[in-house]
């Protein structure tokens, strides 16, 4: 449920017949490729480092020069500096007045793009679909070698409003999940939410809700199904973090071959956030037990009011109980924004019975669960999910637990090196746990050729 991205620049199903597959028109967002020294509101843009493929670079940026002015608007900070981007697409005049020492200077140059993905044994095509008034950015893994079948993959990607255009970060764990799907000879589809990366429209990703965005990828499961190397009957969904509710919603209407998911929850999500302050912070984050049971006290009159009530969100935040889980600093609330999201997005995830969902389930499921998966926690849900799919007769469900690996799919040696790294004491201590792909490959092929997987439990 994290974003995997340092360097900067960083209800109603909707018909069918609403998703047209479109020309790609849309624009690349432009990529500045500079890391300030410091991102804090009301402090200045001081650079520390460059992007050799940024715009930074191009307008000739070097490290101490402090930012004043973007195409003639004012730059007092980073979240300013973001602002004025926003609006500059790849190839578009920029010109920036920056003070160098004791003197200022103007330098211009047109926008660099980001940095786009690459394959190796597939080749990577950037398209767009039309949804509603939305034009989504798609990046499509084609095969060099496809398989006869003319099998695909749509991954999901979890919560967050993030980008999952990833060309800055070629070794990014997804990024080798999904290209050893496509050396697997499996057509591959990710999309941008709506609002999110080069995507257009009037969406805003940090104020819709989850019907919403789960109806933005039903659009763009069909978008996939729709291409000419692609077969509709031969599809399967991935789903990570979040995204295996959105696999829920799918498997229940038949809409896949197979869901897999990975890093999710079965469970209510107000049952899951008491579980995050109950268990969470004492697997991982050292709290005592007695502390832990005193803070699910305390957060479990708001997670009422929040996610199972039709309150007034001002109404909420006003009453004693928001003011006590500020007060003791148990979770931070920006105007309508909590947890990354606008609070709407939640409360419509609490709205869903994903048991039951799960129950309904008319697509083969695969959950996979890491040993060291903080944010999933336990791996109860995924044999909860592999259980009630298989009650249903012809649908077969399975589960695999991967020792070691953590939410992004990373294997550590230990939990002592996990915990450095997810408190960035040190990096470069994982690395992708390439046994997700295997047997997620090895189920997917099974399902293809009409086999009934093994239903186990197993640990890898």
């Known amino acids: 449920m994290k974003t995997w991205v340092q360097v900067l620049f960083l209800t109603s199903l909707i018909a069918f017949s609403q998703c047209t597959l479109a020309k790609n028109t849309l624009k690349r967002t432009s990529f500045l490729g500079l890391v300030p020294e410091s991102s804090q509101v009301g402090e200045a843009v001081v650079v520390r480092q460059l992007h050799p493929q940024g715009t930074a670079h191009a307008l000739g940026l070097k490290v101490g020069d402090r930012l004043i002015s973007l195409n003639g608007k004012a730059i007092g900070d980073f979240s300013q500096l973001v602002a004025a981007l926003g609006n500059i697409n790849e190839g578009e005049n920029i010109a920036l007045g920056i003070e160098r020492g004791a003197g200022s200077l103007t330098l211009n140059a047109n926008a660099q793009g980001r940095p786009k993905e690459q394959g190796l044994g597939f080749r990577v095509r950037y398209g767009e679909l039309s949804w509603q008034q939305e034009k989504i950015r798609t990046i499509t893994y084609t095969p060099d070698k496809p398989r006869q079948d003319n099998a695909a993959v749509f991954f999901i990607q979890g919560y967050t409003c993030g980008s999952i255009d990833y060309g800055m970060l070629p070794d990014i764990s997804l990024n080798q999940l999904l290209g050893q799907y496509a050396n697997a000879g499996f057509a591959v589809m990710k999309m941008e939410k709506p609002g999110v990366g080069d995507s257009e429209g009037k969406l805003d990703c940090q104020l819709y809700d989850f019907v919403t965005e789960n109806n933005a990828f039903l659009a763009g499961l069909t978008h996939l199904k729709a291409m000419a190397d692609v077969n509709a009957g031969n599809v399967f969904v991935f789903g990570h973090s979040l995204g295996v509710l959105h696999a829920a919603i799918i498997a229940e209407k038949g809409l896949a071959k197979g869901v897999i998911g990975y890093g999710g929850v079965a469970k209510p999500w107000i049952d899951y956030l008491h579980d995050i302050y109950r268990k969470q912070s004492v697997l991982y984050w050292g709290v005592s037990e007695e502390q832990a049971k005193r803070n699910v006290e305390i957060m479990s009159p708001f997670l009422t009011k929040w996610l199972a009530s039709d309150l007034p969100w001002q109404t909420v935040v006003n009453s004693k109980a928001a003011k006590r889980v500020m007060d003791e600093q148990l979770v931070t609330i920006n105007e309508e924004q ?15 019975d994903f048991e039951t969902i799960w129950k309904n389930a008319r697509s083969h499921a695969l959950m996979l669960h890491g040993q060291f998966d903080i944010q999933a926690i336990e791996a109860d849900w995924a044999y909860k999910v592999a259980a009630l799919v298989n ?32 408190q960035r004491q040190a990096s470069n201590l994982g690395t992708f746990n390439k046994k997700i792909a295997s047997s997620s490959i090895s189920w997917m092929k099974k399902i293809l050729s009409h086999e009934s997987p093994l239903v186990r439990l197993s640990r890898s």
């Open 391 to 422: 009650k249903k007769q012809g649908i077969t469900g399975q589960a695999l637990t991967f020792e070691r690996t953590e939410h992004s799919l990373l294997a550590f040696a230990n939990k002592s090196d996990l915990m450095k790294f997810t």
């Open 338 to 352: 909590i947890m990354d999201r606008h609070y709407s997005f939640f409360r419509s995830v609490n709205r869903f």
